[in-house]
């Protein structure tokens, strides 16, 4: 099985969604680590109730050093001998050094269909534009946030008397269906391309 590091700051649900995916035989990938940079992330527990180990390396740990703190977390994905590192609600920005170094084995998850709404506040700002279709997006990181080759999609209707938490929600359960369908379609092969996708999925529901 090809290993796989996961980055996460807080509930871990997609986290787990891996995890799980990954407990089975016949799954391409293992979950070798979990990092997380809060050291209170609940995604943490779950992971170790898993089986998984499961690390704090906090940001704060390293005051303003953002290059000590992604050399910390670059020296145990690799001491960990992973292979493809999954972003699963990872909340801080990476500087180019990580995105480098994992250049076109680094997937992020991401709660809009890309290009839209890239950044923070998904769900009320597609409410807001009055958006019809809504949804979720696995794609390779790049040095942009929130940017880079789609590997795979999922469409939800936005109805009506939605609100951001039913709308995340219905979002919610399609991200963990298509991140582990992600993260099979790359396992196996050797690193992609970072300007060659795989078009895998759209089940509009
Ligand atoms: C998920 O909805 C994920 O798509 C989003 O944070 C949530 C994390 O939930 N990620 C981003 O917004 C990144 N730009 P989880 O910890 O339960 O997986």
């Not at 799980?20 to 992330?41: K, Q, W």
């Not at 005051?63 to 960990?80: S, V």
């Not at 895998?200 to 529901?205: A, D, F, G, Q, T």
């Amino acid at each position: 099985k090809t290993r796989v590091g996961i980055l996460i700051s807080g509930r871990g649900s997609n986290m787990q969604a891996l995890i799980r995916a990954a407990e089975a035989a016949d799954y391409p990938a293992g979950i070798a680590l979990v990092i997380s940079n809060r050291a209170d992330a609940v995604g943490l527990d779950i992971a170790r109730q898993h089986g998984v180990p499961a690390l704090a390396i906090p940001g704060r740990d390293f005051g303003a050093d953002r290059a000590a703190h992604e050399a910390a977390i670059d020296a145990a994905l690799r001491d960990a001998g992973c292979e493809i590192v999954c972003l699963a609600g990872y909340m801080r920005l990476l500087t180019p050094f990580l995105v480098h170094n994992w250049a076109g084995k680094m997937l992020n998850i991401h709660p809009s269909l890309l290009p839209a709404y890239p950044g923070l506040d998904t769900h009320a700002r597609a409410l807001a534009a009055g958006a019809k279709i809504h949804g979720c997006t696995v794609h390779l990181v790049t040095e942009t946030v929130d940017d880079g080759p789609i590997l795979a999609q999922a469409a939800v209707p936005v109805l009506p008397g939605d609100t951001e938490q039913s709308l995340a929600a219905r979002v919610l359960a399609q991200e963990h269906r298509i991140y582990p369908a992600a993260l099979a379609s790359l396992t196996g092969a050797a690193a992609v391309p970072a300007d060659r996708g795989i078009s895998l999925i759209n089940p509009c529901v």
